[in-house]
């Protein structure tokens, strides 16, 4: 499939020659996705953002482009707790050159941050990160490894937008 130039119904999506296409986030999760990556279009780069495609695996599917940009690790640690059926691909000229699914690790450290006012990792003074435990994943739910805090993904999605 040449995903830098897709047809989808009649919409035809922008190509990109060098950067990221995240592909498969749930349907309505794309704004999140560009919020957690921190891109308002005033980068001047090409953002291509689609919404509600039909898709043969998820049903409905967002699709985000991003031109000239790569996603660091904790970046893609964020996608896979909004949009966990998200797949990445590397875009270098014009040719997809890798391609994978997002992975939500079983602990995430400096992910997010403890909503406990109380929590030790909230201590300006303590240099102790926060650290999550997985402790479910449909839906997803994080305990704080340090007060045993539970975090569900509506808390996960407002620390994400509210970043900006
Ligand atoms: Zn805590």
Not at 42 to 66: C, F, H, P
Not at 105 to 132: A, F, G, Q, S, V
Request: proline share 5%; glycine share 4%.
């Amino acid at each position: 499939m040449d995903v830098t130039d897709e047809k989808i119904g009649n919409i035809r999506i922008v190509k990109i020659n060098n950067g990221t296409v995240i592909d498969h986030i749930r349907a309505g999760h794309a704004l999140e996705v560009l919020q957690i990556l921190g891109i308002t279009g005033k980068e001047g780069s090409i953002v291509t953002l689609a919404m509600n495609i039909s898709s043969s695996r998820i049903g409905r599917k967002d699709i985000v482009k991003l031109e000239d940009r790569f996603l660091e690790n904790p970046e893609v640690a964020r996608i896979a707790l909004v949009a966990p059926e998200a797949t990445i691909n590397i875009i270098r000229d014009a040719k997809v050159v890798e391609k994978t699914r997002v992975q939500l690790p079983n602990t995430l450290t400096d992910i997010i941050d403890c909503p406990n006012p109380r929590c030790i990792t909230n201590k300006e003074r303590e240099p102790i990160h926060p650290k999550y435990q997985v402790v479910s994943r449909r839906p997803i739910k994080l305990k704080c490894l340090y007060c045993w805090t539970m975090v569900d993904e509506a808390e996960i999605v407002q620390q994400f937008t509210e970043r900006q």
